[in-house]
């Protein structure tokens, strides 16, 4: 059974930084592209970054551009998000989403529980 | 870049009814990148459809989606009290951004 498991969310102050984790079980972690969403409360989703099965091809939402990065490591079954200056418009759950391929986009088939980002002073 | 607008914002229906939603795109789309999730409250969101008519594993056939360049519909035959959520289309593929959701529709209990 296909599981993702994000940790790493919190209480934080505008400025600072947080970095989010996704575990991955139930499938070859490695052949798979990955992929953030985040969805304020009570509001729609937004995709934020996305990263190929070998880390050649990252993409990031004009929103997050320069102030988060994703990565991966694929030996330890886990996708990462660094997310810098954070603000309030930042607040969010964040789920980590498994691509249907490895190394072209498509649609997310298995989406984790979430974490929740809340960036406030 | 491609906006995807869902309508009705909101559709109140009663169990055992047909629901069609709406998801109409700025921009043509490839009937082949365009993917419908459900999401109930406190939950992930699910994937239904994808290439606009091809239903998600373990799908129930009473959802069925639908068009082609700019207008897509999900329609839901008879309408069981688990399907009571929010809907939203989404674009995917290689054109940048690679990844765009609609604004969602809840289909709420009449």
């Known amino acids: 059974e296909v599981q993702l498991v994000e940790s790493g969310g919190g209480l934080v102050q505008p400025g600072r930084s947080l970095r989010l984790s996704c575990a991955g079980y139930?499938?070859?972690?490695?052949?798979?592209?990955m992929h953030w969403v985040r969805q304020a409360p009570g509001k729609g989703l937004e995709w934020v970054s996305s990263?190929?099965?070998?880390?050649?091809?990252?993409d990031y939402a004009d929103s997050v551009k320069g102030r988060f990065t994703i990565s991966r490591d694929n030996a330890k079954n886990s996708l990462y998000l660094q997310m810098n200056s954070l603000r309030a418009e930042d607040t969010a759950f964040y789920y980590c989403?498994?691509?249907?391929?490895?190394?072209?986009?498509?649609?997310?088939?298995?989406w984790g529980q979430g974490t929740l980002v809340t960036v406030s002073s | 870049e491609i906006v995807l607008t869902q309508s009705p914002g909101t559709l109140s229906l009663s169990p055992g009814e047909r629901a069609t939603l709406s998801c109409r795109a700025s921009?043509?789309?490839?009937?082949?990148?365009l993917a419908w999730y459900q999401q109930k409250p406190g939950q992930a969101p699910r994937l239904l459809i994808y290439?606009?008519?091809s239903r998600a594993t373990g799908i129930p056939d009473r959802f069925s989606g639908s068009g082609s360049g700019t207008d897509f519909t999900l329609t839901i035959s008879r309408l069981e009290p688990e399907d009571f959520a929010v809907y939203y289309c989404?674009?995917?593929?290689?054109?940048?951004?690679?990844?765009?959701f609609g604004q969602g529709t809840k289909l709420e209990i009449k």
């Open positions: 990263i190929s099965w070998n880390s050649g091809y990252i």
């Open positions: 921009q043509s789309v490839s009937s082949s990148q």
């Open positions: 139930g499938f070859t972690f490695d052949a798979y592209a």
């Open positions: 290439g606009a008519s």
């Open positions: 989404q674009k995917y593929g290689n054109s940048r951004p690679m990844y765009t």
């Open positions: 989403a498994k691509d249907f391929s490895g190394s072209s986009w498509y649609y997310f088939d298995y």
